[in-house]
């Protein structure tokens, strides 16, 4: 690597400022463990209220005027709480000073102004790359994550800066940021760019094709859902513009956040534990059961789930396994929000169920800590999963993981077989067809498991040894970009 590379991340969300899934931890994490690796990294942040209130230090950068119907627009740098990353932040009030989702007002919609709001994102990240916001510090690489940074990448291609490589990372596919093509005039881009081989998604405007075609590099969360997403099956009508990038699109895995997710120091959870000793968590199972008033059974396997409620996630199949997991003396504890179906159906089994399954909608952080330190397994039976980190989680809390064998659950998880002599590097159960009955089979082998306590002990504290944290995936990126701009480097002027 070239000396302190500079990296800029630009994304629309960052735990713990703001978070609605995985994309806020990777970019609360990954940019440190790039630090770490010796990169100089910078964010670039939209001027959300909890992000525009709580960055540290903040001052003027650069004033960008009226642009994408914003009347006043600043560029601001200031430091991230906790890690201290740098991070500018567009302070735009007309465009983001405005409460909840980052993305959706509260009855669910769209915010109207989506298509302005996040192509002022992507703009000023490609603005910020060419070097003309900032005269002290100008990326080498831009690294965009998901639709709504993408157009960072278009922006890139239509006045490429020299020196300046793009990355774009696919955190879902399923989230493309389809917008009515006349929006496409809104942009400031030649009309070239709106065409089949550039943002043009039948008779649509997607952003998502803004990385997809103009990255440099594409990569996504996991080397499994890599090669799922070239596939009609995952590629959400995108798989062919993936294919076409060929060997341009490559995984990575996410990693795990060790200053947040660890047992033996989450001051959040009942009692602390670790490999060497256990007992701690014993009593983190005992206070959740006590906490959500399930019966207080230390020997009833109790399966969690932390999760949004979307048919991503394969909840219903959840919820057609329940009958076999209560009859076999299982609990379940859900926390999770979203589909409003699939919360009622929820509320209603808990309701049907006192004492053996408890479900809190909503959104809550610190109860997360709590569910998956106190359960005996957690479930994460998606139907398609870019990475997902509970079952990360779950490896790190010995919470052993029951999942669906797709994306990161498949890289992540080794399937522990039907016979109890099964390969000693077993950390998990895994089923492949999204049926309530292949759940119920593998939540079976997870019941019979845990019936056998020293082999349940052991799959236990294989997943804890198991090392997900943010450093080798920090070194895949670095090598990354390194090779991004040693391409850039030899390239005629
Ligand atoms: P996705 O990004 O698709 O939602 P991931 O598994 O990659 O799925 O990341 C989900 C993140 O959001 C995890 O950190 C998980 O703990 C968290 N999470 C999801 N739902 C909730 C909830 N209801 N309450 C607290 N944390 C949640």
Known sequence: MT???????????????????????????????????GADVRLLLPGLPAIADAVLHQRNVCQIGPCFGA??????????????????????????????????????????????????????????????????????????HDWHAAMACAYVAAHPPANVATVFTVHNLAYQGLFPSGDFSLLGLSSRFMASTGLEYHQ????????????????????????????????????????????DVSGVLNGVDGAVWDPSNDAGIATRYSAAELGGKLRCKAALQAELGLTVRADAPLFGVVSRLTSQKGLDLVLGALPALLKRGGQLALQGAGDPALEVAFVAAAKANPGEVAVRIGYDEAFAHRLIAGSDAILVPSRFEPCGLTQLYGLRYGTVPVVRRVGGLADTVIDAGDDALASERATGFAFDAATAAALEGAMQRAIAAYAQPARWHRLMLRGMAQDFSWGGAAWQYVALYAELVGLRGSRPA
Request: charge should be positive; glycine fraction near 12%; avoid cysteine.
């Open 3 to 37: 000396a302190r590379m500079k990296v800029l991340h630009v994304g629309a969300e960052v735990f713990p400022l703001v978070k609605t899934g995985g994309l806020a931890d990777v970019l609360g994490a990954l940019p440190q463990a790039l630090i770490g690796q």
């Open 71 to 144: 009347a006043r627009v600043t560029l601001r740098l200031g430091q991230m709480p906790y890690s201290q990353v740098p991070v500018y932040v567009i302070d735009a009030p007309l465009l983001y000073r405005r409460p909840g989702s980052p993305y959706q007002a509260s009855d669910g919609s769209e915010w109207p102004d989506n298509v302005q709001r996040f192509a002022l994102l992507g703009w000023v990240g490609a603005q910020l790359a060419a070097g003309a916001l900032d005269p002290a510090w100008q990326p080498e690489v831009l690294h965009a």
């Open 204 to 247: 649509q405007l997607s952003f998502m094709k803004a990385g997809l075609k103009f990255a440099d590099r594409i990569t996504t969360v996991s080397p499994t859902y890599a090669r799922e997403i070239a596939t009609h099956e995952f590629g959400f009508g995108l798989d062919g513009v993936i294919r076409g990038r060929g060997g």
